[in-house]
Nanobody
Framework: VQLVESGGGSVQAGGSLRLSCVAS?????MGWFRQAPGKEREGVAS????????YYSDSVKGRFSLSQDNAKTTLTLQMNSLKLEDTAVYYC??????????????????WGQGTQVTVSS
């Protein structure tokens, strides 16, 4: 599975950005992760495309939301009310094994190249 992210950029605090991830094939378990400088990679949101169950980290719950296209090969992360602490490189990930692993970083098998999100005051 190849993953290609797009949509990163710079925005002021309180603004919005939308990230997209296009997968080369349908993969049931997908997620978004982020890594800020000097910090470990952390889960942001994930989805089980079959059950449509979504999971969000506490830090983004209520501000970020996931959506998929009908083919379920494009995963979009809508980010609203962005905060300075949301600044990071955001990665799309897929897990080709079952069951889905929520936001357990080490359980994902395929990763995109990452896209930078910078939130400024």
């Amino acid at each position: 599975v190849q993953l290609v992210e797009s949509g990163g950029g710079s925005v002021q605090a309180g603004g919005s950005l939308r990230l997209s991830c296009v997968a080369s094939v349908y993969t049931r378990c997908m997620g978004w992760f982020r890594q800020a400088p000097g910090k470990e990679r952390e889960g942001v949101a994930s989805i089980d495309s079959h059950s449509k169950m979504t999971y969000y980290s506490d830090s983004v719950k209520g501000r970020f939301s996931l959506s998929q296209d009908n083919a379920k090969t494009t995963l979009t992360l809508q980010m609203n009310s962005l905060k300075l602490e949301d600044t990071a490189v955001y990665y799309c990930a897929a897990r080709i094994l079952w069951p889905c692993a929520g936001m357990q970083t080490d359980s994902y098998t395929n990763w995109g190249q990452g896209t930078q999100v910078t939130v400024s005051s």
